[in-house]
């Protein structure tokens, strides 16, 4: 017969009991410590430095401080750049066309291009290689020259840019009214009596208006008194001058044939007359004079350094002759400057005028009064910016002997350097291995500035920066054997690490803690993420009596199933270790249908075909080849439907990774034939692999999770939903509030039931309170799943204790299960101590009688609200086995208290 170690034996036995359709001891935290070496942590960030990037050769690093015996997880590692330059322009000062760059005359920190405009400014553009971009202050340059033959360069950031200037020009124009004159000079009597006095000569040779600006006139002379006796000079003679500048009321005229001066600028004329003829009153002369004047011509020397276009107005202030030194006053339409008055003391001879480096000489013989002269300016303007300022100031060599200068240009920043290569397709960026990783010369990456004229961004290469590497590894330690931890310090002196999400198992143990009342929870950590290696953890834990609630740190049903198992195992009563196990299932918004035959396990190969019923041309007949299939899948017994996804056409992308098209199901027509709403342009005629999938809504998630917690069907495993919990904005897997419950399980008397108890550590449950409805959240409930969800006060609490079988009270209620558990342990250790020391006799019988008995005298003991664990419990026999004389069988009836789950109130109206 089979052997059995002596020992305590206790059966789980239950009575049917009765129950309205209702909602529904130390944890043990199990799975991977990971080590991780992340870049944004400031703690880690250098542990994960591998020095600066090589462009030019690719190189292998050992993975820096990794733990001895960790395996570093491939698929996750990241490589960052700090400083990463990304060159996205470079002149070499040795080609034939970029020669033209060098130190600008006369600073330290400027370097000038003849031929390269660093930024579009108004109608000058760019230099065509910059691209949509112009060159930004801050952006990287290096500036290097090979002198004497050593190389020099200076790196530093570009600090602004100075555009070229255009000459300022200047013109100058005499107003069209300004003075000039013939030397003429005309009479004509106009008035009066006509006899023999008239005039004989007009002298203008004397003749200067300029100081009035008169150099032409007009003059009327009348006669208000008569001469006698044939003398003119006892007549009296009235001159009133056209410009009112020179009239004289009173003048005396010559003798007869002598010079009479008119007005007072020179003018002489000379009356005559016969027979002795005298003026006769009323007689009036008119006397047009024009002097002998050019016009005076402005000449503008010097250069304008004014910052605006202008016109300067030049007016004559004081006319005359230049050796009366007339004078000039100047303004400008814009009344940026004002001068004067300034003397004009020669002919040619120049003069400085306003404030901006102006001087003007005139030629002629003078200036007249009033005259004006206009000189137009234009401004230097701001040309191509063919220069940049820079940060710092170039060493001497490359200012000396003014060298050709090459410029690399580049945007400096960090960056995450993505795998694979954005210009190479099929070529990486970095390699993950198990023992290396290697950084690839040549690594590109973008900037959101640098794109080409569609708007897609244009690969860079990153010439120099600082490399880092963050990688996440299977750490070994805490996988020798189970530990506790009564505190978060605890955790991290024996796993390391963090309470964070990266760091699950540490977060696990640390939400168990929040909830255990102050219980120790126990933990261990597995050599990877493996069902080997949670089998080498459970099997650790297999002895340990204090070990009660298993929370497997993971989403694997493998996993998963094998805990399930243990936990079965264990609670047998040759082994006496009562065990549940708490788990939770991801809700996937996509699940697979059909990808295989049920018997071969081979995928499925189908063609997709013409349909000869559509109107047109339409490939979307899926058929199904079954042949060599004993047992072929059937589509409708696989239970594919209108809206699932076919997926097919796969091949393998540049980087080896699998792609796909996917078309919707139609119709399905029969067990191998599909009929798609819409198919690929051209058939599929050589039969190739199909996958079908389902997209899931609310509901469909909701029955997707039920079955899984369905199939386990235990009293000893609870499905935690929701999958994701969320904790100061940190989105955690459901296993983590798994371990809270356990944790909160273990902190409250075996009996206390937790349908409405409140869970810590968390402040939102967005999976059960948004995208489950409560008929979703009622059928997960139909099939076992333990929900926790959130009131509108914001407490996250259980909503029903339910365990994966609902086959009655008994099996579903978790404070049931925990309460006949801990009353099992308390039975065994109440008889283990007989064992192997005492006899099969009636008075050992006596004995273990009355200790059974002072058990179930402490068991009836009431707790606070909770009441006792049990409200009555018989030992209703105890006698020797008739078949094994070495065994005592006893039987004890107890009688438990139940969850209150529901209050019926009746009102009788």
Not at 50 to 73: E, R
Not at 372 to 396: D, H, M, S
Not at 605 to 624: E, G, S
Not at 660 to 677: G, K, M, N
Request: glycine share 8%; aromatic share 8%; with cysteine.
């Amino acid at each position: 017969m089979a052997y059995i170690v002596p020992q305590a034996q206790v059966y789980q036995e239950f009575n049917a009991t009765s129950v309205a359709n209702a909602n529904p001891l130390q944890a043990f935290i199990v799975g991977p410590n990971y080590q991780t070496i992340r870049y944004a942590q400031a703690s880690e960030k250098q542990l994960g430095s591998l020095g600066a990037y090589n462009a030019d050769l690719a190189t292998n690093y050992a993975w820096p401080n990794l733990q001895v015996g960790a395996v570093v997880i491939q698929g996750l590692t990241q490589l960052f750049i700090d400083n990463a330059l990304l060159r996205y322009y470079y002149v070499d000062a040795g080609s034939s066309n970029t020669t033209s760059t060098f130190a600008a005359d006369g600073y330290k920190n400027r370097i000038h291009s003849t031929s390269i405009n660093w930024v579009t400014y108004s109608s000058f553009a760019r230099n065509v290689g910059l691209g949509n971009r112009d060159v930004t202050v801050g952006d990287t340059v290096t500036v290097s020259a090979v002198v004497s033959g050593n190389p020099v360069s200076l790196t530093t950031y570009v600090a602004g840019f100075i555009n070229d200037m255009t000459a300022s020009s200047k013109s100058s124009s005499a107003d069209s009214t300004n003075a000039v004159g013939t030397d003429a000079g005309t009479a004509t009597q106009t008035s009066g009596t006509s006899n023999n006095v008239a005039v004989g000569t007009v002298s203008v040779a004397a003749y200067d208006g300029l100081a009035d600006g008169n150099v032409n006139e007009v003059y009327t002379v009348t006669v208000t008194t008569g001469s006698i006796g044939g003398d003119a000079t006892t007549a009296v003679l009235k001159v009133v001058s056209a410009s009112g500048n020179d009239s004289v009321s009173t003048v005396i005229p010559a003798a007869f044939g002598s010079a009479t001066a008119i007005g007072t600028r020179g003018l002489e004329v000379t009356w005559t007359t016969s027979a002795s003829n005298n003026f006769v009153a009323g007689q009036v002369w008119r006397i047009v004079v024009s002097q002998n004047y050019a016009a005076a011509v402005a000449t503008v020397t010097g250069t304008y350094t004014g910052a605006t276009n202008t016109t300067y107005v030049v007016t004559v202030s004081a006319g005359g002759l230049y050796a009366a030194n007339p004078t000039i006053t100047v303004s400008t339409t814009t009344g940026i400057d004002v001068g004067g008055p300034y003397a004009i003391t020669a002919s040619a001879t120049p003069v400085a005028i306003g404030s901006y480096g102006l001087s003007v000489a005139f030629s002629s013989t003078g200036l007249s009064l009033g005259d004006r002269f206009y000189i137009v300016c234009t401004a230097p303007a701001k040309a191509a910016v063919k220069t940049i300022v820079l940060g710092k100031n170039l060493p001497a060599a490359l200012i000396t002997g003014a060298p050709a200068l090459s410029v690399t240009l580049g945007i400096q920043k960090n960056i995450q350097v993505s795998e694979n290569r954005l210009d190479v397709p099929g070529q990486e960026n970095f390699v993950s291995t198990l023992e290396y990783v290697t950084v690839n010369a040549g690594i590109t990456s973008a900037d959101s500035t640098w794109v080409d004229d569609t708007g897609n961004l244009i690969p860079l290469p990153v010439i120099s920066g600082d490399v880092f590497v963050q990688y996440k590894a299977f750490s070994q330690v805490g996988t020798d054997a189970p530990y506790t931890a009564s505190t978060e310090a605890d955790i991290i002196t024996y796993l390391g690490g963090a309470i964070d999400a990266d760091h699950e198992l540490q977060t696990g143990i640390a939400k168990a803690l929040a909830n255990s009342n102050g219980v120790p929870v126990y933990f261990m950590a597995t050599a990877d993420d493996t069902l080997a290696s949670y089998e080498v953890a459970l099997e650790a834990v297999t002895d340990n009596t204090n070990i009660y609630a298993i929370v497997p740190m993971t989403f694997d049903r493998a996993i998963q199933d094998e805990c399930a198992a243990h936990v079965q195992t264990m609670s047998t009563p040759e082994n006496g270790r009562w065990r549940i196990t708490w788990v939770s299932t991801q809700g996937l918004s996509e699940i697979p249908v059909s990808q295989t035959h049920p018997t071969s396990g081979d995928a499925l190969l189908a063609t997709i075909v013409v349909d000869p019923n559509a109107p047109t041309t339409q490939y979307t007949i899926v058929d199904l080849v079954t042949t060599g299939e004993v047992t072929p899948l059937s589509f409708v017994t696989a239970g594919v439907k209108v809206g699932d996804v076919v997926r097919a056409q796969y091949t393998l992308d540049d980087y080896s990774n699998p792609v796909f098209s996917e078309y919707v199901v139609a119709q399905v027509i029969s067990d191998d034939s599909l009929r798609l709403v819409a198919g690929p342009s051209v058939p599929v005629s050589v039969a190739a692999k199909i996958e079908i999938w389902r997209v899931l809504n609310s509901t469909g998630i909701a029955n997707y999770v039920g079955s899984k917690a369905a199939a386990f069907a235990s009293r000893r495993v609870y499905n935690v939903w929701p999958d994701q919990a969320v904790s100061a904005g940190v989105t955690y897997p459901g296993y983590i509030l798994a371990a809270a419950l356990a944790g909160l399980k273990s902190g409250v008397v075996p009996q206390q039931g937790l349908t409405n108890v409140a869970v810590a550590g968390f402040d939102a449950v967005p999976r059960s309170t948004r995208l489950m409805s409560v008929s979703d959240l009622n059928t997960l409930a139909g099939d076992g799943v333990y929900i926790v969800t959130q009131n509108p006060a914001g407490t996250i609490y259980t909503r029903h204790q339910l365990s994966t079988d609902n086959s009655d009270l008994n099996m579903q209620e978790l404070s049931v299960t925990t309460n006949v558990d801990s009353i099992s342990y308390l039975l065994l250790e109440t008889v283990a101590p007989f064992i192997g020391k005492y006899n099969t006799t009636p008075a050992t019988s006596e004995l273990v009688s009355v200790a059974i008995g002072h058990l179930a005298t402490s068991l009836s003991a009431s707790v606070g609200t909770t009441g006792p664990q049990v409200l009555d419990m018989v030992l209703t026999s105890l006698a020797a086995s008739p078949i094994l004389a070495d065994r005592l069988v006893a039987v004890v009836t107890a009688d438990l208290p139940y969850p209150l789950n529901i209050i019926e109130v009746h009102l009788v109206v």
